[in-house]
């Protein structure tokens, strides 16, 4: 759920810039760069000007309870303390979901409180699992250009066709009866429509990253 309105059109704003590629999927994927590397910037500069707008709201409400225990506030300082509370119980629930997205843990979205036992199982939980380098023969990789490069190269030599491995399969092997129809070929090898795309990423679980570019399935 996304809980800032500026999001979706800061978004929207970049995505529409224009973007040179070979292909479709050079576009997409420098665009999605080019979102990233905003919106790291961008989650900065708001982490920063929430904190201190917290802190303000949290002094200005330790003076309306200080006022309330002498005198009776008047309405609106009433109603001012009302909205105060609202909002920082609001800006609370956004520092917990922004520590659920990074620990990944069930019991953080159920209630538990936002302590720094939570921020450094969420840290603990990112170091873990970061490749810092791999050994390959002897030497070292380093760098997430030069890792992902490696890891790429490697699954496809070891889930793809050796050379001179494919072994053709003879025609006659199957009757009539048993092989599918024109119809269903055409059926079975035509393009992939929007629909069962987007079938595909809808069934996918939420708060998971697809792939290597870390955003999680509910940006697509």
């Not at 030497?139 to 050379?163: C, M, N, R, V, W």
């Not at 494919?166 to 070929?185: A, G, H, S």
């Not at 992939?192 to 697509?220: R, V």
Request: hydrophobic share 40%.
């Amino acid at each position: 759920m996304v809980k800032t309105s500026r999001f979706i059109p800061l978004v929207k704003e970049i995505w529409e810039r224009q973007c040179f590629g070979l292909s479709a999927l050079d576009r997409i994927q420098a665009k999605i760069k080019k979102v990233k590397q905003f919106l790291k910037g961008w989650d900065f500069n708001q982490r920063g000007a929430q904190k201190k707008a917290m802190q303000n709201l949290k002094d200005e409400l330790l003076i309306l309870e200080q006022l309330e225990e002498d005198n009776l506030l008047s309405i609106d300082q009433l109603q001012q303390k009302v909205h105060i509370i609202h909002t920082i119980m609001k800006m609370c629930e956004e520092e917990e979901l922004y520590w659920f997205k990074r620990s990944h843990e069930k019991w953080l979205l159920e209630g538990d409180v936002n302590t720094e036992f939570f921020h450094r199982v969420a840290n603990g939980r990112k170091r873990r699992k970061q490749i810092l380098s791999l050994d390959n023969e002897g030497s070292t990789i380093e760098g997430d250009a030069a890792l992902l490069e490696h890891a790429t190269q490697y699954y496809k030599q070891l889930f793809g066709p050796a050379p001179g491995n494919i072994l053709p399969i003879d025609p006659n092997l199957w009757l009539d009866d048993e092989k599918v129809t024109e119809e269903d070929n055409l059926l079975l090898t035509q393009p992939f429509s929007e629909f069962e795309i987007k079938y595909a990423l809808f069934q996918m679980e939420k708060n998971k990253a697809a792939g290597p570019d870390k955003i999680p399935i509910e940006f697509y």
